[in-house]
């Protein structure tokens, strides 16, 4: 087996330990709350051919030890949920995990990047254990609503990466107006739920 081979096989175990952890997790959510906040997961290994893209893109070769280095998110998870509120209720418990170690955060649904993109994504170590050994191995966990899951995958497929934002600044800025829409209907959404059941506690 060479390097990339036993690398990516150790990538392959970390989205299964990821999986289970995340599922584990999410249980014990239901248990604890007495309801399922997800709408779907949904998990993969990054394909060598965006590795390849991401890399040559920060200026690097395509090795074992560049994507060790510089690519974070080769095991990659999404949890997809109703509301915005369960955002941060999910988010808090994988902050909690006596498993996972967080390495950074970021909140894009406080600070959305200049696309327009909302989402809460975590970078974290996953225990494998490997050999007799337990190797850490980085994954990156995205956190978003349905309609925030809707706007970054509909955008990821026409837009992202396909240009550079300076290229079409009307389409770069709709999309943007588009995200901030999105985001309106969740905070909408969410008032509304609470209105319920406020409404059927009286
Ligand atoms: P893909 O194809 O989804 O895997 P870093 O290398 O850590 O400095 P990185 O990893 O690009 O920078 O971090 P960032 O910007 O937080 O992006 C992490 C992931 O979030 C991206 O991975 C996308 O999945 C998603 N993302 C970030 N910005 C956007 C955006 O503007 N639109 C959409 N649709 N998704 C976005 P990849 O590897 O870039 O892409």
Redesign the pocket.
């Known amino acids: 087996m060479n390097d990339k081979e036993k690398l990516f096989s150790y990538y392959k175990y970390a989205l299964q330990m990821l999986e289970t952890e995340i599922n584990i997790l999410m249980d014990e959510f239901v248990l604890k709350h007495g309801y399922n906040p997800v709408e779907h997961i949904k998990s ?1 290994i ?1 394909s060598e051919d ?1 590795i390849k893209k ?1 890399l040559k893109s ?1 200026g690097y070769s395509y090795t074992a030890s560049n994507i060790k280095k ?4 080769v095991v ?1 998870i999404r949890i997809v949920v109703s509301f915005l509120s369960d955002v941060y209720d999910i988010v808090s418990i994988l902050r909690n995990s006596q498993d996972l170690i967080i390495v950074c955060q ?1 909140d ?1 649904i406080k600070e959305p ?5 909302i ?1 809460y ?1 975590i ?1 974290v170590l996953i225990p494998v254990y490997l050999d007799g050994k337990t190797k850490y191995i980085e994954g ?1 966990i ?1 956190v978003r609503t349905i309609a925030m899951d809707f ?6 497929q026409m ?3 396909q240009f550079e934002n300076n290229d079409m600044p009307e389409i770069v800025g709709e999309l943007t107006k588009c995200a901030e829409n999105i985001y309106n209907t969740d905070v909408r959404m969410q008032e509304l739920r609470e209105d319920i059941v406020y409404l059927t506690n009286l």
Not at 70 to 73: G, L, P, Q, S, V
């Open positions: 993969r990054k965006s991401k920060k510089n690519i974070h998110d990659g970021q894009y990047k200049d696309t327009g993109y989402s994504n970078n990156e995205q706007w970054a995958s509909l955008e990821h837009h992202y990466k």
